[in-house]
């Protein structure tokens, strides 16, 4: 394998280069995630660009995302949703995977579904046991902890047994069997014109097959 060179050229906000501070720490985000070990030749510059930024900004944790392709890769599965193909332009014919980014928000998006998804079994539970005895029952404090619980931590594990845990997405273009990483993107369907066209510009090069894939796609 040809390690590829890396020179990046950056500023801080006080006009002073950077660049090699942050090739550095490019490097190092590359190494230590051993994304071009685990997809040799198929990791976009496009990709590596995206994980970066995101990691730099505290968006992501790269070892997450890398870890979400190793499984894809070895074909396992990780309680998160499985990759599905996109039908809709501007990304129509590319896939995505979901990858867990971490902080509240996720966990926050997570428990929403999880409420729709199975409620609080716990508090359901009491319900029916005080219908069954034919009584009026009140929750006690003793009862607060165990429905918090159910409602977290439950539903949580529900959703990862469920492969149904929610995140944003690992954009990947499927070829003769094989999958090439090509970009970060979100569900916010007003930034998937801009990666397509940021995929085009630089993907393509490395790619080629990639034009002829989404000539037709939108």
């Known amino acids: 394998m040809t390690k590829r060179k890396w020179n990046l050229e950056a500023k801080d906000q006080?006009?002073?280069?950077?660049?090699?501070?942050?090739?550095?720490?490019?490097?190092?985000?590359?190494?230590?995630?051993?994304?071009e070990q685990i997809a040799q030749g198929r990791i976009s510059v496009l990709f590596l660009l995206s994980l970066f930024g995101a990691y730099k900004a505290d968006r992501i944790?790269?070892?997450?995302v890398a870890a979400e392709i190793e499984a894809l890769e070895k074909g396992e599965t990780t309680g998160l949703k499985p990759p599905i193909q996109n039908r809709y332009p501007p990304l129509k014919g590319l896939w995505h995977k979901h990858y867990m980014q971490p902080g509240m928000a996720s966990l926050a998006t997570n428990m929403?579904?999880?409420?729709?998804?199975?409620?609080?079994?716990?508090?359901?539970?009491?319900?029916?046991e005080a219908q069954e005895a034919g009584e009026k029952r009140y929750l006690i404090l003793d009862?607060?902890?165990p429905i918090v619980d159910d409602a977290v931590r439950g539903?949580?594990?529900?959703?990862?047994?469920?492969?149904?845990?929610t995140g944003e997405w690992i954009v990947f273009a499927k070829h003769e069997e094989?999958?090439?990483?090509?970009?970060l993107a979100t569900h916010d369907k007003t930034t998937h014109e801009h990666e397509r066209q940021l995929?085009?510009?630089i993907c393509y090069?490395?790619?080629?097959?990639?034009?002829?894939?989404?000539?037709?796609?939108?």
């Open 61 to 64: 944790d790269p070892f997450q």
């Open 155 to 165: 539903n949580f594990q529900r959703l990862r047994k469920a492969e149904k845990l």
């Open 14 to 35: 006080g006009g002073n280069d950077i660049s090699e501070q942050i090739s550095a720490e490019f490097e190092v985000i590359v190494q230590a995630t051993r994304l």
């Open 143 to 145: 009862d607060i902890a």
């Open 112 to 128: 929403q579904h999880g409420l729709k998804q199975f409620g609080i079994p716990y508090f359901a539970q009491k319900v029916r």
């Open 199 to 201: 995929i085009e510009n």
């Open 205 to 218: 090069r490395e790619f080629p097959f990639l034009e002829d894939m989404l000539r037709n796609e939108g």
């Open 178 to 183: 094989l999958n090439y990483y090509l970009t």
